[in-house]
């Protein structure tokens, strides 16, 4: 596989230090560039981020030698310098729509961990096991824009990375109502115990704009093209309820589900056990080999023990068993900055890459 040059807009954040990290070893790409704010820009990467480094492993020595560039000033020089970026930054709506599209405009493509685009109705919203097959409405997005290169593709919220690839083999059944409540991670808000002390000993009932992101973006994911569109489904009918809980990392959902025909539980987890996707087949670098992963103990999977399972790509599930309300309810479980966030990025480039998106 070719080697391309990339760059990390919002390098200083939370997902973006995940991102040097994932990039610091990754066979095919090689950090050239990391941007942020007019805060952060001329500095090294290392001294931008001083004490706010939240990973457990170092900062990686090359990538934190870089000089910090003007995400918003250096649109034009930093498309110059990479074949694409990956984007995870903390501003308006409206500004994050505006930054993206002046980088694919100036044919930089953007992979981005971003919300703002989510809705845009060309704009893929991939996750790669789920709806690889979405990437080709990038040709009629680069029509709208102009683009020969550019474009923008985007993963989906962290929040539905656990439930929507444990519901997604089931659908055959005719998914008619599912109940999710999820509780979720800190680092999801940016955040760790030192800068939000608020979190130890407590758990917040209400995270910002997360209940309506969680029930429309799975229509999006199992959505078709139609035309020049991504036309979203209609069913299931989605209801949840987020909750922000005192763990560093891995957003767990418990998820209640009803069918129009009822599978046997043997067939159920007999689905997750054999469900593959595009990146296991292509064996992409990031793709784990077992994406869906059930437990048996009654215990598991829990935050704490099971959200690194294979590199914290993979999602895990347990407790499945029948509901008196619902058909089914079951738990799982998945890394919210890793298969949520920059680890989904990576490997939603992957995908691209492979296919031939970045050339
Ligand atoms: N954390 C998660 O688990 C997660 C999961 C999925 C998606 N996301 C999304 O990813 C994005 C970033 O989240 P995060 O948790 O990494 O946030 P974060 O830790 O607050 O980092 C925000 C980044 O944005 C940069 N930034 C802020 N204002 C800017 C401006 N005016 N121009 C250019 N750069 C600017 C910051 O640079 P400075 O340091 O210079 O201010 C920093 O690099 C958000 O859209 C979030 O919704 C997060």
Redesign the pocket.
Known sequence: MKSYNVGII???????QRFALLLSKHPWFNVKVVA??S??AGKKLKD?IGNKWAMQEPIPEEIGELTVMD??NDVEKIASMVDFVFC????KKDEIKALEEKYAKAECPVIS???AHRGTEDVPMVVPELNPEHIEIIKAQRERLGTKRGFIAVKS??SIQSYVPALHPLRKYGIKNVLACTYQAI??A?KTFETWPEMIDNVIPYIGGEEEKSENEPLKVWGKIEGNKIVNATEPNITTQCLRVPSSDGHMAAVFVSFDRKPAKEEILKLWKEFKGVPQELELPSAPKQFLNYFEEDDRPQTKLDRMLENGMAVSMGRLREDKQYDYKFVCLSH??LR??AGGGVLLAELLAAKGYFD
């Open positions: 919002g390098a200083t954040g939370m997902v973006g942020a704010s805060r952060s931008a995400a918003t995870a930054v903390n501003m961990n971003n919300s919220n962290c680092s999801g940016g919210n900055t949520g966030a």
